[in-house]
């Protein structure tokens, strides 16, 4: 079978670049997940003055 295979390419990295890519993984969710709570806490806040 031709073409990009994921977990095949995940299977050959070696052990530190699989947790580099796991903590940056985690990292960016985090990031997001902060992100959008303070965006709804903005929102929260502004409607709350009107």
């Given at each position: 079978?031709?073409?990009?295979n ?16 796991a ?10 997940m902060?992100?959008?709570g303070?965006?709804?806490t ?9």
């Open positions: 079978m031709f073409g990009f994921l977990a095949q390419w995940f299977d050959d990295l070696n052990t530190k670049w699989k947790l580099l890519t903590f940056g993984m985690v990292s960016m969710i985090i990031i997001v902060s992100a959008l303070v965006w709804t903005e929102r929260l806040r502004q409607q709350a003055e009107a």
